[in-house]
C-alpha cells in the first residue's frame, strides 16, 4: 500500500509541474529535463529512508541531488505533494522545513 501512495505522490508531482509550467509541453519532459522533479524524487527516497532511522545514506542522498541539481533538501524537510521548484539552482530547504501541498 505504501508503494501505491509513494507512486500517486509522484504523479501528483509531475501533474503539478505540467499545470504551472506551460514550457512543459509532456510528461517524458517533465521527467527526464526538470531538476525540481530530479530532486523531489531524491528527496522523497531520502525521506523515507531518514524515516526508518537509516544514517548516512539520506545525506549521501541528498548530497549527491544538490551537486546534480544545484537544489538542496534536507531528508528531514517535510514536503506535501504537488511542490514545483522552477529554476531552482541555489534553493536550500532545511531540515526543519514544513512545506504543505501544491505549493
Do not use: C
Not at 531538476?35 to 527516497?45: D, E
Not at 541531488?65 to 530547504?93: C, K, S
Amino acid at each position: 500500500m505504501a508503494i501505491k501512495n509513494w507512486i500517486n505522490t509522484i504523479i501528483e508531482d509531475i501533474k503539478t509541474i505540467k499545470e504551472k509550467d506551460v514550457a512543459a509541453r509532456n510528461v517524458f519532459e517533465v521527467i527526464f529535463l526538470y531538476q525540481g522533479f530530479h530532486v523531489l524524487l531524491a528527496h522523497r527516497i531520502a525521506h523515507k529512508l531518514r524515516s526508518w532511522h537509516i544514517p548516512f545514506i539520506p545525506r549521501l542522498i541528498s548530497q549527491i541531488a544538490r551537486f546534480l541539481t544545484g537544489i538542496e533538501i534536507h531528508p528531514g524537510a517535510t514536503i506535501g505533494d504537488g511542490l514545483f521548484i522552477d529554476h531552482g539552482t541555489g534553493i536550500v530547504i532545511g531540515e526543519t522545513a514544513e512545506i504543505g501541498k501544491n505549493v
